[in-house]
C-alpha cells in the first residue's frame, strides 16, 4: 500500500470512529482531500484509492492541476479566498466553493456560472472565532447575506463553512464547531451542509455535525510552502 492509501485508510478510520462515537450516519459525513501544493501524481494517487472530492486554494495552481487531471472524473472544491477578478474561473471550472463571505463575489459568481452546468454548490464562509484577520462573513451578517445568495439563479446554497482558531483545547473545538451549526440551523434555510474539521480537529467537527471534513496534512503530508506552486 502507498502512503497515500495508508493515510486515507488512517483517515477513514478516524471519521468512521467519530462518526459512530456520535451516532451519525457515515454516508452523512463527506471526506474533501485538501490538495493544495500537492502535485497531480498525489491526487492520481488518491483517486485510485477512492477518493472523488478534491479542495484548492490557489485557482492558478488548481487550474493547472484539473488539466493535467481531464482523464478522471473528480468533484473540485474551492475553499481559498477569493478576489473579484479571479471569479469567472471559479464558476467555470468548478463544483463547489466553500468560501463566499460577501455578496459582490456570489453575485459574480452566478452571472459567470456557464448555462449548461449544474448550479454552483455555496458554502458561506463564517467566522467563529472573530478574529480580525481571519476571512468569513460575522455572525451578524450572515443572515442578509444567506437570504440574498439564496435567491441566486445559478447558485445553490448548500451550507455554512469555517476555520476555526486552531486550538488543542477539545471543548473549545467543539464550541466553534456547535456555533456554526447553530447559525446554520438559526437560518432556517433547510441548508444540508456543514463544511467544517481538518486534520487535528475533525472528531470534534464530526460529533457537531460536519459533512464535509477538509483534510490535507492527514491525506498527504505536510505542505512545502517553500517552493511556491501559484
Ligand atoms: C489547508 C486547508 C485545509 C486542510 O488543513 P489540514 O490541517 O492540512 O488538514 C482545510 N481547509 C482549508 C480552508 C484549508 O485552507
Same mark, same amino acid.
Given at each position: ?8 485508510a488512517k483517515v477513514g478510520a478516524r471519521i468512521r470512529e467519530a462518526a459512530q462515537a456520535?451516532?451519525?450516519?457515515? /454516508? ?19 483517486? /485510485? ?30 475553499? =481559498? ?69 439564496? /435567491? ?6 448548500? =451550507?455554512?463553512?469555517a476555520i476555526p482558531e486552531p486550538t488543542d483545547d477539545v471543548a473549545a473545538q467543539h ?9 446554520r440551523d438559526d437560518l432556517a434555510l433547510d441548508l444540508d451542509t456543514l463544511s467544517m =474539521? ?6 470534534? /467537527? ?19 510552502? =517553500?517552493?511556491?506552486?501559484?
Amino acid at each position: 500500500m502507498s502512503t497515500i492509501a495508508e493515510n486515507i485508510a488512517k483517515v477513514g478510520a478516524r471519521i468512521r470512529e467519530a462518526a459512530q462515537a456520535s451516532q451519525r450516519n457515515l /454516508a452523512d459525513i463527506g471526506l474533501l482531500a485538501v490538495s493544495k501544493t500537492k502535485p497531480a501524481d498525489a491526487i492520481r494517487e488518491a483517486h /485510485a484509492a477512492g477518493l472523488r472530492d478534491f479542495g484548492e486554494n490557489y485557482l492558478q495552481e488548481a487550474l493547472e492541476k484539473q488539466a493535467a487531471l481531464s482523464d478522471l472524473a473528480l468533484i473540485w472544491h474551492f475553499i =481559498g479566498p477569493i478576489q473579484s477578478n479571479k471569479t469567472r474561473p471559479i464558476a467555470e471550472h468548478f463544483d463547489w466553493v466553500h468560501s463566499v463571505d460577501r455578496l459582490k463575489i456570489a453575485q459574480r459568481l452566478s452571472d459567470q456560472r456557464p448555462a449548461h452546468l449544474a448550479p454552483l454548490n455555496i458554502c458561506l464562509q463564517v467566522n467563529v472565532s472573530a478574529e480580525d484577520s481571519k476571512s468569513g462573513c460575522s455572525p451578524e451578517e450572515l443572515p442578509e447575506l444567506a437570504r440574498a445568495v439564496s /435567491a441566486l439563479p445559478n447558485l445553490k446554497l448548500r =451550507g455554512l463553512m469555517a476555520i476555526p482558531e486552531p486550538t488543542d483545547d477539545v471543548a473549545a473545538q467543539h464550541a466553534a464547531f456547535a456555533r456554526l451549526r447553530q447559525l446554520r440551523d438559526d437560518l432556517a434555510l433547510d441548508l444540508d451542509t456543514l463544511s467544517m =474539521g481538518m486534520s487535528h480537529d475533525l472528531e470534534a /467537527a464530526i460529533a457537531e455535525g460536519a459533512t464535509w471534513v477538509r483534510i490535507g496534512t492527514a491525506l498527504f503530508g505536510a505542505r512545502d510552502y =517553500g517552493q511556491p506552486t501559484h
